[in-house]
């Protein structure tokens, strides 16, 4: 029903800074909490970021609390991860992710996009 498209990853130097962007289609997007996950080979995946659907509470991770800065725009559809200081250990791919309400979870993802941290 719902589905996510996420750009902006790639390979940056330690300290540097992303902004991955997830494009929305096919639902009333105003109507989900956004979520930012990602996934590390051989990790559990790690809920980085989340926003309420009008931005009124957002939740992260204390991994990137004070680097990373979740936002949406309800009018184009789109919510933003901004990535300062970023870390090596922040490599991961990133996923774009939807929740509707607490019954249904995170129930639509995106394809992922991968970003790379070098040290």
């Known amino acids: 029903q719902v589905h996510l498209v996420e750009s902006g990853g790639g390979l940056v130097q330690a300290g540097g800074s992303l902004r991955l962007s997830c494009a929305a289609s096919?639902?009333?997007?105003?109507?989900?909490?956004m979520g930012w996950f990602r996934q590390i080979p051989g990790k559990e995946r790690e809920l980085v970021a989340s926003i309420s659907g009008s931005s009124g509470s957002t939740f992260y991770a204390d991994s990137v609390k004070g680097r990373f800065t979740i936002s949406r725009d309800n009018a184009k559809n789109t919510v933003y991860l901004q990535m300062n200081t970023l870390k090596p250990e922040d490599t991961a791919v990133y996923y774009c992710?939807?929740?509707?309400?607490?019954?249904?979870?995170?129930?639509?993802w995106g394809q992922g996009t991968q970003v790379t941290v070098s040290s």
């Open positions: 992710t939807a929740r509707y309400s607490l019954f249904n979870g995170y129930d639509y």
């Open positions: 096919g639902g009333t997007f105003s109507s989900y909490r």
